[in-house]
């Protein structure tokens, strides 16, 4: 039997188990008009299920207790760190979970089986290169470490720098994964950023973010490692980006609130470094922009909607940008005007073409910061991690992962 056939069948069980309502609500996952919610009980912990909708294939892959292999999680919730952190390494074999969790918890990158625990303090993201490194930041030291053999490789250690920050919480390496912009206090005091190569072991100029208005939030490296983008919010609530090369030169100022935030950076189709996320500000309010590092140059890709996230951490699918909508899907039903996706998970074209990929259906009623969805895409785009409280306010929220299958999209180009 073909693997196609074998999910086809499989659609139709649970399709045939979830009832007339769910068959009628059926619709294509290229659609771009609102699709209303199959009532769903909660999937069983690892055991793979079609989403009633779009037809997709997703697995529960936390659970409350022990899972084995030294992993647990706490009961209220378990899950992946963040829409722009990446979950998995660079050949997809590992993710990890750390929202939850009772250290760094590793599990298969395929079957989401438990495999090892590290009790590490710091920050550490994936290297996007290398499948059995992460790159750590903590104290005074930037290193290399292998989760595997729990190996680490010191390349920076500072008697005039400390309480270094990968981000903090917001930081990816370049996509090569040669460079990374750390937040650290020097010996003076100075609140600072600089570059660091860990190719060459050399470090760049220091850029005074004290000089900057606000107070810094996190600064990342840009995708092809020439220039660092910091985020300073304001007393007043207003978050404003601030880019400069990593020889300290300033370029960009964004102080228009939040256009955008809570996004993510990538190299676009013309080559040029963007950053994309939702606008808070006027002209284009709670739409999802992308935006030139180099000139600022703003292009609106989805209208005024509830999109929350945008995550661009599908380095080996480029030209897509995935993002974790919320809201309640009565009120966008009723309203025309917006978006027409509501608790959802879809990628996005970065065109400007507005063409869709309708990947999941959360659940996830607003509640808390733990409860929103934060979806984040493997290297490769073939499957995602979303979290949700599945309908339940307060209640447990868990993580999920999508396996999204593109092979229509390859026909079709």
């Given amino acids: 039997m073909t693997c196609r056939r074998r999910h086809a069948l499989v659609l139709i069980f649970a399709v045939a188990c979830l009832g007339p309502h769910a068959a009628a609500s059926q619709a294509s996952n290229t659609s771009t008009h609102f699709v209303a919610t199959s009532a769903m009980q909660l999937p069983d912990y690892l055991r793979p299920t079609v989403d009633p909708a779009f037809g997709e294939t997703f697995t529960r892959i936390t659970k409350s207790g022990p899972l084995g292999n030294g992993v647990a999680c706490i009961k209220d919730y378990c899950s992946h760190r963040y829409s722009s952190a990446q979950a998995w390494n660079a050949d997809q074999s590992l993710l990890v979970i750390t929202n939850g969790c009772n250290g760094m918890c590793f599990f298969d990158g395929h079957t989401f089986l438990p495999l090892l625990m590290r009790d590490r303090s710091g920050e550490c993201e994936w290297h996007p290169q290398n499948a059995d490194l992460m790159i750590c930041v903590r104290g005074r030291r930037i290193s290399t470490w292998a989760p595997r053999t729990n190996h680490e490789d010191v390349l920076f250690d500072s008697k005039d720098y400390r ?71 304001l007393a007043d609530g207003t978050e404003q980006a601030f880019i400069f090369s990593i020889d300290g030169a300033p370029g960009q100022q964004w102080t228009e609130h939040h256009r955008p935030g809570h996004g ?150």
């Fill in 264 to 413: 993510d950076m990538t190299v676009d189709a013309d080559g040029s470094e963007i950053y994309v996320g939702i606008s808070k500000s006027y002209p284009d309010s709670y739409q999802v922009i992308k935006r030139r590092l180099s000139d600022g140059k703003v292009t609106a890709l989805m209208k005024y909607g509830e999109a929350s996230h945008a995550s661009l951490r599908a380095l080996n699918k480029p030209g897509w940008v995935f993002l974790s909508y919320g809201g309640d899907p009565n009120e966008v039903s009723a309203r025309p005007e917006m978006a027409p996706y509501a608790r959802e998970v879809i990628a996005l074209r970065l065109d400007g073409s507005g063409e869709v990929r309708r990947i999941a259906q959360t659940r996830s009623v607003d509640f808390d910061y733990r409860s929103e969805t934060h979806a984040s895409p493997s290297p490769d785009g073939s499957q995602v991690i979303w979290s949700s409280n599945w309908g339940v306010p307060g209640g447990p929220v868990y993580d999920f992962v999508t396996r999204v299958d593109w092979s229509e999209e390859a026909k079709s180009n």
């Fill in 163 to 233: 309480d270094l920050h990968f981000g903090p919480g917001k930081g990816n390496p370049s996509r090569d994964g040669n460079r990374l912009a750390v937040r650290a206090l020097r010996s003076d005091g100075a609140e600072v950023v600089f570059a660091y190569d860990l190719k060459q072991h050399s470090k760049f100029a220091d850029i005074a973010l004290g000089r900057l208005a606000g107070v810094n939030e996190n600064c990342s490296i840009s995708p092809l490692g020439e220039n660092i983008l910091c985020i300073q919010a």
